[in-house]
């Protein structure tokens, strides 16, 4: 396993495991900002996006949609919540992935109460209802929500991909 591999991997945690040291983070006063989402191809929106939400406060987590909960359309994700995880745990500005085996983030969200919980922009326009429930929930406890603009989404990529380069097969 290369030193990459491994520094990423030490960053990826269980709900359980991350959840606990959380708690002890918070005693030691750092500030905590989640970010959620499948992350399905990982491109340079998402790098800006986590920049964004790490400059809210000292510790980043990322909670990762699992396998089973990814609901882009057939054949997602394309990548394994493995792959994932160990791309997003890669970049030097998250300091922790957490693979969701959850429907949502509600569970993890209660239990941590982030300081902060930073969504796209698209999430303040056309709010769906599991995040109005996340919003709510982080505001009751004296938490924030941010939005930040994210320059580009997966699902909009991989279109283009397949409209740059179709199947040469016949349906």
């Known amino acids: 396993?290369?030193?990459?591999?491994?520094?990423?991997?030490?960053?990826?945690?269980?709900?359980?495991?991350?959840?606990?040291?959380?708690?002890?983070?918070?005693?030691?006063g750092q500030v905590?900002?989640?970010?959620?989402?499948?992350?399905?191809?990982?491109?340079?929106g998402h790098i800006d996006y986590f920049w964004r939400a790490k400059s809210k406060g000292d510790i980043l987590y990322v909670v990762l949609v699992g396998d089973h909960y990814v609901r882009k359309?057939?054949?997602?994700?394309?990548?394994?919540?493995?792959?994932?995880?160990?791309?997003?745990?890669?970049?030097?500005?998250?300091?922790?992935v957490i693979i969701n085996d959850d429907y949502g983030p509600r569970q993890i969200i209660e239990a941590v109460q982030p300081h902060f919980l930073v969504k796209g922009a698209e999430y303040q326009t056309?709010?769906?209802?599991?995040?109005?429930?996340?919003?709510?929930?982080?505001?009751?406890?004296?938490?924030?929500?941010?939005?930040?603009?994210e320059l580009a989404h997966s699902t909009d990529i991989i279109q283009k991909i397949c409209r740059t380069f179709p199947s040469s097969e016949q349906p």
């Open 1 to 28: 396993m290369s030193f990459v591999n491994q520094r990423a991997n030490s960053k990826i945690k269980t709900p359980a495991d991350f959840i606990a040291l959380a708690r002890e983070l918070k005693k030691e």
């Open 32 to 44: 905590l900002v989640q970010c959620d989402g499948v992350f399905d191809l990982v491109h340079p």
């Open 73 to 96: 359309g057939p054949n997602r994700p394309i990548f394994d919540q493995n792959l994932r995880s160990m791309w997003i745990a890669a970049l030097e500005m998250v300091d922790f």
């Open 126 to 149: 056309h709010p769906t209802s599991g995040f109005v429930l996340d919003k709510n929930l982080v505001e009751s406890y004296g938490g924030k929500v941010e939005f930040v603009l």
